[in-house]
C-alpha cells in the first residue's frame, strides 16, 4: 500500500444548449478535435472517427466521435435533440484540465456545463 501510482487524468464535460449546427457538422467535430490535440499538446494517433448513428431513440441519434491519441483517446458524443455534448477526455500524460474545458465550453457555445476531472 503506502504510496498512490498515478496512471493517468480524465475530464468528464457535459454541455448544454450547444450551437446544434456545429455539433452536427462532422467537419467541425474534426476541428475540435484538432484544435483540441494541439492545445492540449496531444499527438493524434490515426484519423478521428465520426459515426452518425443511434437513430432508433430520438435523443440519441448524432454523431459520436473518437479521437486516439498517444497517451490515450479523447471521445465524445452528441444529442442533436437536446443540443447537448458528452465529452471524455482521458491522457497517461498529464493535461491543462481548465483549458480543455475552456476551449470546449467556447468551441461548442455551450450555455451550461459540468466538468469533472479525474486522476486514476
Not at 20 to 34: D, F, N
Not at 51 to 61: C, M, Q, Y
Request: net charge positive.
Amino acid at each position: 500500500m503506502g504510496k498512490k501510482i498515478v496512471y493517468g487524468m480524465e475530464v468528464i464535460l457535459d454541455l448544454f444548449d450547444c450551437d446544434p449546427e456545429i455539433i452536427r457538422s462532422e467537419k467541425a467535430l474534426k476541428e475540435y478535435v484538432t484544435e483540441l490535440c494541439k492545445i492540449l499538446k496531444m499527438v493524434k494517433y490515426g484519423k478521428t472517427l465520426t459515426p452518425h448513428f443511434g437513430h432508433d431513440a430520438p435523443h440519441t441519434s448524432g454523431y459520436s466521435l473518437l479521437q486516439f491519441i498517444e497517451t490515450s483517446s479523447i471521445t465524445g458524443h452528441f444529442s442533436e435533440l437536446w443540443s447537448s455534448a458528452y465529452l471524455n477526455i482521458f491522457s497517461c500524460k498529464m493535461f491543462d484540465a481548465k483549458s480543455a474545458i475552456k476551449f470546449s465550453v467556447e468551441f461548442f457555445k455551450a450555455k451550461r456545463y459540468k466538468a469533472r476531472k479525474i486522476i486514476r
